[in-house]
């Protein structure tokens, strides 16, 4: 059950309309490493889930990617502004004047609409968790692409919100996987000789990636900050 709060998680505002930065920002509706990719991922995998505290962290990770995109999308409106503009528009954002009137759609900064092929689920918890960890790590480098590239202090504001919160789901994500213990993909890790060997096949070469004494991955607990 989800309910639905009219506040904001974070308060979004912008200096003044500009199209050009609400089609960029179209990228984290609608794109690969977005918002609406990140919350439909972990509410999907989250069926399967059978321990009770993973699950829910993943459901209310989920539930907070769907603020994100309420944020987004309420950043994409401001700035599209009032003004239906097609001929001055960028080819990303040029639909929004001839098909959606200004109105946020589900597509990337290219005009292309979102697709559930984004969503990575294997049914096996670890896989599934490193897959988050991985898509939490690429939407902050695409929010950290955008803020280099969006002068508007409003709208960098939000961005460094969202990419710090990107931050926190990442943390949380590793904290999960280091309590999985020889479950799913992670069982019997190691144990042929086949799973000990490195090829070196660069020449010339030299390096040597140890796998002679192979475990599963494992992430260090973050550091509390110190002073």
């Known amino acids: 059950m989800f309910f639905h709060d009219k506040k904001l998680l974070f308060e979004v505002r912008v200096e003044k309309p500009n199209p ?7 990228e984290q509706m609608g794109g690969p490493h977005g918002e609406l990719k990140a919350a439909l991922q972990y509410l ?3 069926q399967r889930i059978k321990d009770q505290e993973i699950k829910d962290l993943f459901l209310d990770i989920a539930a907070e990617e769907f603020s994100h995109l309420e944020m987004v999308a309420t950043t994409v409106n401001l700035l599209n502004g009032h003004y239906l ?4 528009a960028t080819i990303g954002s040029i639909q929004a004047h001839v098909s959606s ?9 290219s005009g292309y ?9 294997t049914g096996d918890l670890a896989a599934d968790i490193l897959s988050n960890i991985a898509a ?7 929010y950290e692409y955008l803020y280099r590239q969006i002068n508007d202090k409003g709208v960098r504001d939000t961005i460094d919100f969202l ?8 943390t949380m994500f590793r904290e999960a996987f280091n309590k999985l213990q020889d479950t799913g993909s992670l069982k019997d890790w190691g144990v042929t000789n086949d ?7 660069s020449s010339p070469g030299g390096q040597y990636f140890n796998a002679d004494n192979p475990q599963p991955p494992r992430f260090n607990n973050p550091s509390p900050n110190t002073k």
Do not use: C
């Open 101 to 109: 009137g200004l109105t946020p759609m589900l597509s990337n900064a």
């Open 136 to 142: 939490e790590q690429r939407a902050k480098v695409v």
């Open 195 to 201: 799973s000990k060997l490195y090829f070196d096949l």
């Open 85 to 88: 503009d097609a001929q001055n």
């Open 44 to 46: 999907s995998q989250s």
């Open 113 to 121: 609409l979102w697709t559930a092929a984004y969503i990575n689920e």
């Open 20 to 26: 050009n930065y609400a089609a960029m920002l179209q």
């Open 163 to 170: 990419l710090n919160r990107e931050e926190a789901h990442n």
